[in-house]
């Protein structure tokens, strides 16, 4: 994490120059995630979404997402440790891919719902255990609404089921978060990850689940960057404060 200053400078100068030729703001955009977990937030039609995750280990992870009929999202990711600085890089097994479909829009009173798969973990890939630190959701349902106060306030709620089961806990999942902007400009994510999946004695929880929290700050024009602090209540080991995590994000049409 100590070149995720560097990386964020470059890519903010490069995402002002695709911006210029972009439609609308990332402020009117739907999330499509609270932080790790999916929400039923999509891209629309003709549009496209390039995500960069930065973690510990010098990893990096991209992705790229395209709009369908503003109902579909299709989307492919690969990335992997040790990729800044002299040491070797550790590639992903597996490139990730994500089908997302929402067939229920919000209503005033119903939330929206979506459902889909996901195979993209997230952080480091540990090949002894065949799972990513944080499983890939994996199946999924997930209703999110939205309303008005003070602002924008956006709640999420899911299930899942990770393929990633090697660990011997192949347990279902649950999910929940919100996002509450903040200004016109920032906004403020939660999100707690029960991980069930992720909790016998050989996977790596030790039961209390993930607890995230993470500010978004749209720089206009679809170029969005974010930081993170994940597992605050330390579920896993070797977490002190928390494990800070940088993302950006870049939504553009075709």
Known sequence: MKHALIILTSLFFIGNLFAQGSVGSSSNLEPRFIIDMPTAGLIGHYSYAIDIDCYQSDGVLFGFTIGLMNRINLSASYGGSNLIGS????????????????????????????????????????????????????????????????????????????????????????????????????????????????????????????????FRGSLGRGFTIGVNLKDIIKNQDKVSIGNRTVMIEYIGTF
């Open 87 to 214: 040491s070797k890089p550790a590639w992903n097994k597996y490139p990730g891919i994500s089908l997302k479909i929402r067939p229920f829009e919000e209503s005033q009173i119903f939330p929206a719902f979506a459902i889909g798969i996901d195979t993209q973990g997230k952080e480091n890939y540990i090949d002894t255990l065949n799972r990513y630190l944080i499983k890939s959701p994996g199946f999924y349902i997930v209703a999110s609404k939205n309303f008005l106060v003070a602002g924008y306030l956006s709640v999420h709620a899911g299930v899942n089921y990770s393929l990633e089961r090697a660990d011997g806990d192949k347990d279902g999942n649950l999910y929940l978060g919100a996002e509450k902007s903040i200004g016109s400009f920032i906004s403020l994510n939660a999100e707690y990850n029960t991980a069930i999946n992720d909790s016998d004695p050989k996977a790596l929880g030790k039961g209390r689940g993930y607890l995230n929290i993470g």
